[in-house]
């Protein structure tokens, strides 16, 4: 993991389970000097030349993906917010992204988003601008998925813990614990 006293950045994903009606986010805490050992870690597991998403990995890959991910320098949260309808997806997250920035140390200087529509990145800014307060406590920024190693590590924790929450199954994995420092999720 990381020492306490560095500066630590929050890299955030999500993970959307419309079936089990679950917005999940996921905070990765690192510090960015890490970003191409991660890069070579995690290229190094997916068979084509791209960047890894767990949407696209078969079974294999993804056990690969979390094994690599649980051996990186990070630590991780997950929040899990529920909503009626479909339509009611972006005020989950924004009670997810409010939960994580609630509890985030204070040694994190500047969150990380993996993009997404250009009105979903607004929203963002603005749940984002309120919690950071004035003087801001910290930054926040919007990046391209690919682009951004610590967003693909992610990717994996969140995406293959909500698929657990979404199943109302126990969310900590073994191979994750070392890393995995908490995980929550509204009821259901």
Known sequence: MHSPASLLAGFIDESIHTDARLYAVGLVLADPGVAEEVRKLLCAVIPAARSPHWSKEDQQTRAAL?????????????????????????????????????ELPSSVRHLILAEREASQDRHDRRVLGGLAGRPAAFEYSHAPFAKEPLLWAADVIV???????????????RELERVLTYVGCEPG
């Open 66 to 102: 979390i094994r690599e991910v649980a051996s990186l320098p990070i630590s991780a949260r997950v929040y899990g917010c529920r909503f009626e309808r479909p339509k009611r997806k972006e005020a989950a997250r924004a009670r997810a992204l409010t939960w994580s920035v609630q």
């Open 159 to 173: 995406s293959s813990t909500a698929k657990a929450l979404a199943r109302d199954d126990d969310p900590t994995t």
